[in-house]
């Protein structure tokens, strides 16, 4: 088993080629697979990193939010991310924004 960090991207759990689970660029906490995936590291920049990222029980410091149309997004108010479209193409939303002058 490896864990890698994309250059400027997720971290990866890998066991030889086949995806076990990533973190995503920003969050803790890890997405696990039902079956392993194939991965390929071709035309990429990775980092080697330790394993124990995978490992630690991370407490969930997101909060559901329901945008103007009712879809529900989670802002993790640690790291101040968004899983809304607004953040995710321009990195920043009003989601964020207004959890932060509440606090």
Request: glycine letters at 8%; a positive charge; one cysteine or more.
């Given at each position: 088993m490896e864990a890698i960090?994309?250059?400027?991207?997720?971290?990866y759990l890998l066991d030889g080629t086949k995806l076990l689970a990533y973190i995503r660029q920003g969050e803790i906490s890890?997405?696990?697979?039902?079956?392993?995936l194939r991965f390929d590291r071709r035309r990429r920049?990775?980092?080697r990193v330790s394993t124990?990222?995978?490992?630690?029980?991370v407490q969930d410091t997101r909060i559901a939010v329901t945008g103007s149309r009712g879809n529900v997004y989670y802002v993790d108010v640690q790291s101040q991310t968004c899983t809304c479209p607004?953040?995710?193409?321009?990195?920043?939303?009003?989601?964020?924004?207004?959890?932060t002058q509440a606090a």
């Amino acid at each position: 088993m490896e864990a890698i960090r994309e250059i400027g991207g997720h971290t990866y759990l890998l066991d030889g080629t086949k995806l076990l689970a990533y973190i995503r660029q920003g969050e803790i906490s890890a997405d696990y697979f039902d079956q392993p995936l194939r991965f390929d590291r071709r035309r990429r920049s990775f980092q080697r990193v330790s394993t124990d990222v995978f490992k630690k029980p991370v407490q969930d410091t997101r909060i559901a939010v329901t945008g103007s149309r009712g879809n529900v997004y989670y802002v993790d108010v640690q790291s101040q991310t968004c899983t809304c479209p607004g953040y995710t193409y321009q990195g920043h939303c009003k989601h964020v924004k207004t959890l932060t002058q509440a606090a």
